[in-house]
């Protein structure tokens, strides 16, 4: 190959957290006791990042160190976060916001929550970076409205912030000022959505907005406002400290760095995982979390949003990358993996799926409202019930298609790509249960074992 | 920029919406959430179309297709919502492809899974876009086996708009409306998902706009109470006329139905009023139908009233006018009256050589001003003073003002009309409040949306704009205590007005009547707006006061107006003025020798008449009117059922028969001779959308003043969107707005012991006036106000407070 002399020089990127090169970053105070004090945080080099950016870096500098760094948004979509920050307008000495959105609510998703409830100083150190490179006056940072004790947390760090000259008026003694108000939300998946979040912050019906105007020219009360997600924030706190070329040395072509991934079903060590982007499911499935406790059938590989794939060799070994993830069909999503064990039926798991999403369109547009949001939780009850009929997969089948593309946001997509997924691989399962009335796998219960 | 819809290349401007790109090359695609003059939001996915642009190569060029030698076409992945999409140079939009109708077809069968269908029983059946769209774009079979949604199907939003939820497809037009257009947010989206709908926090929908969710739903789920189980589309006559409810001449389709008006509904005059009304309009009309309608003339035969032929009638007053000289005959006509109407009164003062001819209410200043705006100048001011309650006075110019405030210029007409999908337009828009000022004695609506409010002392209006004048005159002026006092603000606010009026590219000043009830305040109002060089909008206190003061239907002198007629002449004939409320004119015109009354029921001049005359009312004649822009508008007919009631052509055709004349104005198409003559325009032609004189309006025929209200006082006299004296028979407006409002202050409130919703009695000058207290704050400390009367012109009265008599106290506070 041409380029075998540079790969030569080079070294090979860090693709497993078993690469010795790999240490945990984010996460690293994760679960110790009083990590979530400023004492600590500050004891174990917190807010030198901050300290630096603001003291030694213009704010040009550090979205070029971000940019050079390849960090994507951690939120789902994957946007390049320093090219996101490069949208934002120059200053025009009248406010712009910075807003995190910590709205996390996707089943199978659960990565914030520990940040904010054991490291919440590692998140202030985040947002006031982001907050200094962009030149934002003010800061939101809007928590779901069940992290309670994570809000609570948050709270308390930014007054302990405040109190050390971290936020407010000159931060650190430089003319640079931001300040941080936490917003809890009120239990609506939509929140997540950018838009949707910056309309319930402003006190309105949490519905999407139009785009254009993006946030970046037009956002939160009509001002420029970026949006980034927990872990794109704090990773931009260790991009800082150990540079981009540290960052960019871990992972794929297309996705750089470390991140957070999320594992639950029935496998020994359900949990949160900071690995480098590319390690394989199989790392995370097996090494990490100890492998499955029941004969899996199925994986989601990032938040139920994203489309399953089956117990196979070849997606097991996929690396969890965003492009990768997306050649195949599915999504990197916020890395949260469900795995599905054999004897759950997978029309069951999709019902309960689609009642989440049933229970949380927010009904602006017309195929998410009574597509997703009344005829879909309705086939699947119909059919759960074992009242349907071979039919009425096609039906199911022409009802997503219908849907799929057709929406506002992104929302109504989300529903239908698992739908779609389990369709496409898991057919017989429909099939069996339209003829039969009742489920290839019975087994209800499967939780309680 | 180059466009192509299904084979049809079209030039189109940068900015225009793709939907509208569809419709200008001939093509169709359903949308029910777009609306004319609204922000496209893209929520109910109908307008899906495929839609592909060509791509620039890093150096400018195309990126070419090979095979065609053409620029490659890349289509997006997903149908776009057409509505929201900007078209780009180059851009292809289909419509047609097996893609798209499966999409269509595929969103009727979501919009229609929760809609109850039931058509046969629903009032927009025959007239319903979801109905039309169905049948063009749906299947025609539903494959959705489960339960609809239920919900409630009568909800009354208001007295004046019942909400069926069943029906409601979550559009968001009437949510986006209140928001957009009249700014009144008082609507909004409860609960999420398939269990959305719509609904209010509090009671009611307090708003002067409110009906115009009816014309825009594109459903049966929002319909206007007064019409509702009336009657089918298809049954009804539709009649295109101009609203005579105020001086803006909003364009309206009235619709009858074996001659009774059932409903009356906005239509589109994008100069005027665009597509919007205020419910004044729309609901004031329920008293054209009461049961006492005057439909056969009367005649006093043994100090009785009895029913006469016209031939009858007009004999009896020609035998009487015959043994009076002709100038003792004085003629007053409403200032509502029609152009050609208007020709009638003068031909018959002509014959009959009597200079006691007038217009009632008359405002003491002239309404025709040096330079004179236009609707679209207000629209597109970046500077505004308002003096006067325009909200009341004359709803669209309220509506027009915030127009003004969002910065978006009216948009230009396209080949299917008004752009379906304006991308300029947004939800909540940020708003420029700082352009408008606002000034009125007490507080009024517009002032929540104004940067500059100001409360002047009633009757000051005078004093108000000679104060704004020595500042526009001399930037360094101060203004004293009195100066600050009379304009409600301190002398470096009023200075920040009036430099931004004068820096302003297009300044409007609206004189409200309160402006124009004196011809001080006039001429100092005029001073000012010509040293800041704006431009004005006087607001007539009627439909035609404009067009009634350009073609001269005034006094030979000041002492022969209407008052002066009350008093000095010797027979009377009025049409639609009812000046016997007032106690003391009654006396006074019981002792004229000949009292005729045209009007459409028994007023209290009626009963003392001599001739009554049946009135055609305003929804009933042909003519044309001039809005207080000076456009020439048309007026229709609709098919309403009022017995041998007539116009006052009519009236004068009667009579010049019965006299042996063949007078001008004897006939709607007469009196436009007449007025093609003196206009060079042909009223027979008038174009819906009306006609707006190139030239400098010309002065009216003669300067005489008006008359002017008392200086002072404790009542202000006020104007309102409902009109006082037909209220009690609109029902539904009634309902809406509680009656005629007293509004007093708490403290005086609490003095003479009224409490709010109590009806009472109390006189007004000389007239008993019937009001519902409401007691708020919004009006000033020892003052209250009442709704004006024709014949009671807005502006201060006095009271006689121990006359208060409170006949019913309600329990329920009205504010």
Not at chain 1, 209 to 231: E, S
Not at chain 1, 382 to 392: A, F, I, N, T
Not at chain 2, 282 to 287: C, I, L, P, T, W
Not at chain 2, 378 to 393: K, N, S
């Amino acid at each position: 190959m041409s380029d075998q002399t540079a790969t030569a020089a080079k070294p090979a990127p860090i693709l497993s957290r078993h690469d010795p090169r790999y240490e945990v970053t984010m996460y690293r105070y994760v679960g110790v006791d009083g990590a979530h004090t400023l004492d600590f945080y500050r004891s174990h080099g917190g807010y030198e990042a901050a300290k630096k950016a603001l003291t030694s870096m213009t704010p040009a500098q550090v979205i070029d160190e971000v940019k050079a760094s390849g960090l994507r948004g951690r939120g789902g979509a994957g946007f390049p976060t320093g090219v996101k920050w490069s949208f934002m307008a120059p200053p025009d000495g009248k406010p712009r916001y910075l807003v995190c959105n910590a709205d996390e609510s996707e089943p199978g998703s659960f990565k914030d929550r520990y940040i904010l409830e054991d490291d919440p100083h590692q998140l202030v150190e985040g947002m006031i970076i982001g907050a200094y490179a962009m030149q934002m006056t003010y800061g939101f940072l809007y928590v779901r409205g069940e992290y309670y004790l994570g809000a609570t947390r948050m709270e308390a760090a930014i007054q302990e912030a405040r109190a050390a000259g971290l936020l407010g008026k000159n931060i650190l003694g430089t003319d640079f000022s931001f300040d941080i108000t936490v917003h809890r939300g009120a239990g609506a998946y939509i929140c997540g959505e950018e838009t949707a979040l910056m309309n319930s912050l402003e006190g309105l019906r949490a519905n999407p907005r139009l785009k254009p105007p993006f946030p970046a020219a037009a956002g939160m009360y009509g001002r420029p406002t970026t949006i980034n997600n927990v872990t794109s924030l704090t990773s931009a706190v260790h991009i800082l400290t150990k540079g981009a070329a540290w960052f960019s040395s871990m992972g794929t072509d297309d996705s750089k760095g470390t991140k957070l991934y999320q594992i639950s079903g029935p496998v020994k060590r359900t949990g949160v995982f900071e690995m480098p982007m590319g390690a394989t499911f199989r790392e995370l499935i097996y090494d990490f979390a100890g492998g499955p406790t029941m004969e899996p059938k199925a994986f989601i590989p990032g938040g139920s949003s994203t489309p399953m794939f089956p117990w196979e060799d070849r997606f097991l070994d996929m690396p969890m990358d965003y492009g990768t993830l997306a050649k195949n069909g599915s999504m990197l999503g916020t890395g949260g993996v469900i795995v599905i064990p054999r004897d759950k039926c997978i029309v069951d798991a999709l019902y309960n799926l689609v009642r989440f999403y049933a229970h949380e369109s927010c009904g602006k547009c017309t195929p998410c409202r009574e597509g997703v949001g009344h005829w879909l939780p309705r086939m699947y009850q119909k059919l759960v019930s074992g009242l349907g009929r071979p039919e009425d997969i096609e039906l199911l089948e022409s009802v997503a298609s219908n849907i799929k593309g057709n929406a506002f946001c992104p929302l109504a997509d989300a529903c239908i790509g698992p739908v779609q997924a389990s369709l496409k691989w898991f057919r017989d399962e429909y099939e069996y249960l339209a003829a039969n009335g009742k489920s290839k796998y019975a087994k209800n219960d499967w939780w309680q074992a | 920029m180059k466009v192509r819809v299904n084979d049809v290349e079209l030039d189109l401007p940068p900015g225009t919406s793709a939907i509208d790109a569809v419709f200008a090359a001939g093509g169709d695609v359903p949308y029910f959430c777009s609306q004319e003059y609204m922000s496209p939001i893209g929520a109910c996915r109908m307008c899906l179309a495929q839609v592909g642009a060509p791509r620039k190569e890093k150096d400018g060029s195309w990126v070419m297709d090979e095979a065609t030698g053409q620029p490659k076409i890349f289509w997006f992945p997903n149908l776009m919502a057409t509505c929201t999409t900007q078209v780009m140079d180059g851009m292809v939009i289909d419509t047609l492809s097996e893609r798209v109708k499966t999409a269509q077809n595929g969103m009727v069968e979501f919009t229609l899974i929760n809609h109850p269908l039931d058509c046969p029983v629903c009032d927009k059946g025959g007239a319903c876009e979801l109905q039309d769209r169905s049948y063009e774009f749906g299947d025609g079979i539903s494959r959705f086996e489960f339960d609809k949604r239920h919900n409630e199907k009568h909800h009354p939003l208001s007295d004046l708009i019942t909400l069926d939820r069943e029906r409601c497809i979550q559009c968001k037009r009437c949510v986006r409306y209140f928001e957009e257009v009249p700014g009144d947010e008082v609507l909004d989206f409860i609960e999420r998902s398939a269990h959305t709908y719509i609904g209010t926090a509090d009671e009611g929908l307090p708003s002067n706009f409110t009906g115009n969710i009816a014309d825009i739903c594109p459903v049966g789920a929002l319909l206007d109470a007064s019409s509702r189980f009336r009657g089918r589309n298809w049954e009804y006559d539709h009649t295109r006329t101009t609203s005579m409810d105020d001086a803006t001449g909003a364009a309206i389709i009235v619709d009858a139905r074996t001659g009774r008006i059932e409903r009356i509904k906005a239509a589109l005059n994008p100069d005027v009023n665009k597509t919007w009304i205020d419910d004044g309009t729309r609901f004031g009309h329920e008293y054209v139908d009461s049961p006492d309608r005057l439909t056969t003339p009367l005649v006093r035969r043994q100090g009785k009233l009895e029913p006469a032929t016209w031939d009858e009638a007009t004999a009896f007053i020609a035998e009487r006018l015959k043994g009076l000289s002709g100038k003792d005959v004085g003629i007053a006509i409403r200032a509502d009256a029609t152009l050609e109407e208007g020709v009638a009164a003068m031909s018959l003062a002509e014959e009959l050589g009597t200079g006691q001819l007038d217009h009632a209410p008359r405002p003491a200043a002239s309404l025709i001003g040096n330079q004179t705006a236009t609707l679209t100048d207000l629209a597109t001011a970046d500077a505004i003073l308002v003096v006067g309650d325009v909200t009341e006075e004359a709803g669209i110019l309220d509506l027009r003002i915030k127009d003004a405030l969002k910065g978006v210029t009216p948009p230009t007409l396209m080949p299917h009309g008004v752009p379906i999908a304006d991308l300029r337009l947004k939800e909540r828009m940020p708003r420029k409040r700082e352009i408008l000022a606002v000034a009125a004695p007490y507080r009024v609506e517009l002032m929540r949306h104004a940067g500059t409010a100001m409360r002047y002392p009633a009757g000051g209006e005078a004093a108000f704009f000679r104060a704004l004048g020595k500042l526009a005159a001399d930037a360094n002026a101060t203004l004293d205590e009195a100066g600050q006092a009379a304009v409600g603000m301190p002398t470096d606010q009023a200075r920040a007005l009036v430099a931004r009026l004068g820096a302003a590219k297009q300044a409007v000043v609206v004189l409200g009547g309160f402006a124009l009830t004196r011809r001080e305040a006039a001429e100092a109002a005029r001073a000012l707006i010509k040293a800041v060089g704006a431009k004005e909008l006087a607001v007539g206190p009627m439909a035609n006061s404009y067009g009634l003061e350009l073609l001269g239907v005034l006094p030979s002198h000041e002492r022969y107006g209407y008052a002066g007629m009350l008093d000095g002449s010797k027979a009377l004939i009025l049409s639609h003025l009812d000046p016997a409320q007032d106690g003391e004119v009654a006396e006074r015109l019981r002792g004229k020798d000949l009292l005729v009354v045209h009007d459409i029921f028994m007023t209290e001049t009626a009963h003392l008449a001599d001739v009554v005359l049946p009135a055609a009312s305003v929804y009933e004649r042909d003519g044309t009117v001039v809005n207080l822009e000076g456009r020439f508008l048309p007026v229709r007919a609709a098919p309403v059922d009022a017995g041998s009631s007539a116009d006052l052509t009519g009236v004068v055709r009667a009579l010049g028969e019965a006299m042996g004349k063949r007078l001008d104005g004897r006939s709607v198409r007469s009196a436009r001779r007449t007025l093609k003559k003196r206009f060079d325009v042909d009223f027979t032609e008038l174009p819906d959308h009306g006609l707006l004189p190139r030239t400098k309006s010309r002065g009216p025929a003669k300067a005489v003043a008006g008359e002017a209200p008392s200086a002072t006082g404790n009542v202000l006299v006020v104007p309102s969107m409902a009109r006082a004296e037909y209220l009690n028979r609109n029902r539904h407006l009634a309902a809406a707005l509680g009656g005629n409002r007293l509004r007093v202050h708490p403290e005086d409130a609490a003095k003479h012991n009224l409490a709010g919703g109590a009806e009472v009695r109390l006189r007004v000058g000389g007239t008993w006036r019937q009001a519902v207290v409401q007691v708020t704050d919004a009006v000033p400390r020892g003052l209250m106000t009442i709704p004006s009367l024709p014949e009671q012109p807005i502006g201060l009265a006095q009271a006689d407070l121990t006359s208060i008599v409170v006949e019913q106290v309600r329990l329920e506070v009205a504010s």
